[in-house]
């Protein structure tokens, strides 16, 4: 069992920067790719990012080279760093444990946190 909590989001101005953090419990967070989620009022949940356990990444188009995907597993933390943001950004925000399948598809992820509020 892992449980999920992320913390960094807020209010920012467009073209400014935040950093997600999404601290894990249990012994096996390593062995988990991790990904990043956002889902905006009245919207599906949309995929942003994974990073596998041997720390290769993956990005949606709509966050290519502007967010940052990270993993520190001595903290048992996956990170992601937000640049260049802009008010089509304002969602909430959620990482989660990819169990297996398809990884930009939210059903095949095992475990989630709560959110964080991010508004541009």
């Known amino acids: 069992q892992v449980q999920l909590v992320e913390s960094g989001g807020g209010l920012v101005q467009a073209g400014g920067s935040l950093r997600l953090s999404c601290a894990a419990s249990?012994?096996?967070?390593?062995?988990?790719?991790m990904g990043w989620f956002r889902q905006a009022p009245g919207e599906e949940r949309e995929f942003l990012a994974i990073?596998?356990?041997?720390?290769?990444?993956l990005y949606a188009d709509s966050v290519k080279g502007r967010f940052t995907i990270s993993r520190d597993n001595a903290k048992n933390t996956v990170y992601l760093q937000m640049n260049s943001l802009k008010p089509e950004d304002t969602a909430v925000y959620s990482c989660?444990?990819?169990?297996?399948?398809?990884?930009?598809?939210?059903?095949?992820?095992?475990?989630w946190g709560q959110g964080t509020q991010v508004t541009i």
């Open positions: 990073i596998w356990s041997g720390f290769s990444t």
């Open positions: 989660a444990g990819h169990n297996s399948g398809t990884y930009y598809m939210a059903a095949n992820y095992k475990y």
């Open positions: 249990g012994s096996t967070f390593s062995r988990y790719a």
